[in-house]
């Protein structure tokens, strides 16, 4: 195996360095979803069960010790202690996680998939609650003299104008905005804690809520109005937990265990000092007539009120950032690993790991435009949110599973921990339940369309490339001695120097008949090289290798390009190097051009031929197979096309359309018949 250059070792040990920048990067990048969470975790509980009037201090003390019991567990055990030890040379995400265990099992894709799609279907609402949350923190307050947010109508208007400047910028790339996210959201957390423990000195009493005790009180209490549904507005405070980890190759395994303390502290100091503020004014008539009151803004004295919903504001934006970054990195493993079809990619700056997927950045800004014109409030939105977090966090459990088997964990341990976790999570699904009626319906729809696309995708590629279904595929080994006297032939001209296919070559030296075809029958192409490339994408994120086997000639290479599920598959840019390192060692003569720009230039030209099938009506399989094919075809048409997609839009590129024939085929063959003779009756004795 030869190698172009191996990332994976250096970014896995660089990654893993504990440093204060790393840790204010991981501040700015990781923990916007959860950071912001207190904005609307405690007004979800009051709203829910039933307003001021009808809580009690049992109720909210209890409240505060689930909300600490759910952050332990979900947040620090699972994701923190255990999950982050799942890395993939420094890559986490479930996608990640799938690579390191998909050898185990085939169905572990079906986790995978579903994980991926529901994360990105309730991360969809991410940007749209907490911006809208921010700006409703700034509804009648006086701003120079005046009250420009004064009504919901513009809190609505406020936040498309906010969320459509944020997702416009995407295409600009955000690495200058993207460093000043960590002291920002380091002030952030800070203010957190300051708010509440300015609070929480009223009352020091409810440090007691550390005690599970008053947990599982306020579960079977009355005064409880949602019994063990009340977990669905809990869960709100940890919905950040799954971004924690999928954004760890960002930032690190280490700088995020040395931010989580701090960023936890902060975050339930707030929540004890909404608490003890609550406890304070519920009985008080002023605020029980207020609809809607969000604890967290109202808490904060009213000379900074002002100053903390523009914090509010702008962690909300990062919260959105990091969501919509996140997004593009998903996707982007998905087509890696060949789940969702190919998308348009831009790589904006020259940041490592930055990119720009334009159809995803539309999609999600138009789908969080029509959430904040659908639930017109924040408060309407948290009651929708947090029911697909939830699968995917059950999903990345599986997977856990499976990756704790390839561990030195003892085995009982491994089964009890996965066993605790499915539990606790399959309670929290049922809860949130609930929050399908509420439009939950409308992520979940949004998943399942995703889940169809990913089905589609996988299974009419896997379906396509299936030797039972009677796909020619003959030995490239049969055709050396065709290819060499095609290649030597003076009689025909010179097609190009090099003739390149994107294809695979299975076991036996077997390749599907249809490119023989293009390069012998269709028009002979007389080549001096004829090149086999195939593109393997490997579990590790950054890998680049290749091999090469010319078969004992040197004028057929067989190429298998290694590359990780994040590098651009740049096969122009990789096969040049290829051919210069092969003529250098001797195994290809090398290619002068009589005429050329480039002074000794020693590498001829190159022509792609790309074969583009089209299903034939000959094709005898079941319908439901023949649907997921077709499905798999028209995604294909409407996707990027492979030119663009593998690096060639400056390279000269021919598309050949073949029939894609599967299942058993009827022959529809004519058969020869004798000509009746043609009897002509003389009619005119029939005038009389």
């Known amino acids: 195996m030869q190698k172009f250059n191996e990332l994976d070792t250096t970014k896995k040990s660089a990654h893993n360095r504990l440093s204060m920048a790393g840790i204010l990067v991981a501040l ?22 039933g307003g001021l009037s009808h809580i009690s201090t049992d109720f909210i003390l209890g409240s ?31 996608f990640a996680l799938y690579t390191l265990v998909r050898r185990k099992a085939k169905w572990l894709i079906i986790p995978a998939m579903i994980g991926g799609a529901t994360f990105l279907a309730d991360g969809m609402m991410t940007p749209a609650v907490t911006v809208t949350t921010s700006v409703e923190g700034l509804k009648g307050v006086k701003i120079f003299h005046g009250v420009p947010i004064n009504n919901q109508n513009t809190v609505i208007f406020a936040t ?28 952030w957390f800070t203010c957190l804690a300051l708010s509440g423990l300015y609070r929480l000195s009223g009352d020091w009493t409810f440090l007691r809520a550390f005690n599970p005790y008053y947990a599982f009180k306020v579960l079977i209490s009355p005064e409880n109005k949602n019994g063990i549904f009340i977990l669905g507005s809990i869960f709100l405070a940890t919905t950040g937990a799954e971004a924690l980890y999928s954004d760890m190759g960002h930032v690190g395994r280490n700088n995020i265990y040395g931010s989580w303390p701090y960023v936890k502290i902060c975050l339930l100091i707030n929540y004890l000092g909404q608490a003890v503020w609550i406890n304070q004014i519920k009985d008080q008539a002023t605020y029980q007539k207020i609809n809607n009151l969000n604890p967290f803004f109202a808490m904060v004295p009213e000379r900074y009120r002002l100053a903390m919903t523009f914090l509010a504001a702008m962690a909300a934006v990062i919260a959105s950032q990091a ?47 029509f959430i904040v014109l659908f639930f017109k409030t924040s408060a309407h939105m948290s009651a929708a949110y947090g029911l697909e977090i939830t699968i995917t966090m059950i999903m990345t459990t599986l997977l856990l599973n499976a990756w704790l088997t390839t561990t030195r964990v003892n085995r009982w341990l491994a089964k009890f921990t996965i066993g605790f976790f499915l539990t606790i999570e399959l309670i929290f699904i049922v809860t949130n339940s609930v929050k399908f009626v509420h439009g939950g319906y409308i992520t979940l729809g949004i998943a399942l ?9 996988r299974y009419g590629e896997l379906l396509k490339n299936d030797n039972t279904f009677h796909r020619e595929y003959v030995s490239l080994l049969a055709y050396k001695n065709q290819l060499h006297d095609l290649s030597n032939d003076q009689s025909l001209p010179l097609y190009t120097t090099n003739l390149v296919y994107l294809t695979k070559i299975k076991d036996g030296y077997k390749i599907k008949k249809d490119i ?33 086997d010319t078969y004992g000639t040197d004028y057929m290479v067989n190429v298998q390009l290694y590359l990780g599920f994040r590098m651009e598959q740049k096969v122009n840019f990789f096969l040049r190097q290829i051919v210069n390192e092969m003529m250098i060692k001797k195994e290809l003569p090398r290619q002068p051009q009589r005429y050329t720009t ?91």
């Open 516 to 548: 023989l075809y293009s390069i012998l029958d269709k028009r002979p192409k007389r080549a001096q090289v004829y090149w086999f490339v195939t593109v393997n994408v490997t579990d590790k994120p950054y890998t680049t290798a290749y091999s090469v």
């Open 598 to 688: 480039i002074p000794d230039r020693s590498v001829g030209d190159f022509s792609f031929v790309l074969i583009q099938e089209i299903l034939s009506p000959d094709t005898q399989l079941n319908s439901a197979k023949k649907n997921l094919i077709r499905g798999r075809l028209w995604l294909q048409k409407y996707t990027v096309t492979p030119t663009t997609w593998f690096g060639l839009s400056y390279s000269d590129v021919v598309t050949e359309r073949v029939p894609l024939k599967l299942g058993q085929i009827h022959s529809d063959h004519l058969h020869l018949i004798q000509r009746e003779p043609i009897i002509n009756y003389d009619d005119e004795d029939d005038e009389d």
């Open 28 to 49: 700015g990048v990781v923990y916007g979803d959860i950071g912001t969470s207190p904005m609307y975790t405690m007004s979800s509980l009051i709203r829910s069960n």
């Open 64 to 94: 505060v010790s689930l909300i600490f019991w759910t952050l332990t567990i979900i947040t620090t055990i699972k994701y923190v202690l255990i999950a982050l030890r799942a890395d993939n040379n420094g890559e986490g995400g479930i």
């Open 160 to 187: 498309l104008i906010i969320l459509s400047i944020l997702f416009f910028i995407q295409r600009f790339g955000t690495e200058a905005i993207g460093k000043a996210f960590g002291p920002i959201m380091l002030i």
């Open 449 to 457: 369309i995703l889940i169809v696309i990913m089905i589609i995708w």
């Open 323 to 369: 969501l919509i970054s996140g997004s593009y990195t998903l996707v982007s493993e998905a087509i890696k690993l060949k789940i969702l079809p190919r998308l348009r990619t831009v790589y904006p700056t020259n940041f490592k790991g930055q990119l720009y997927i334009p159809a995803v950045n539309n999609i999600i800004w138009i789908i969080c435009l």
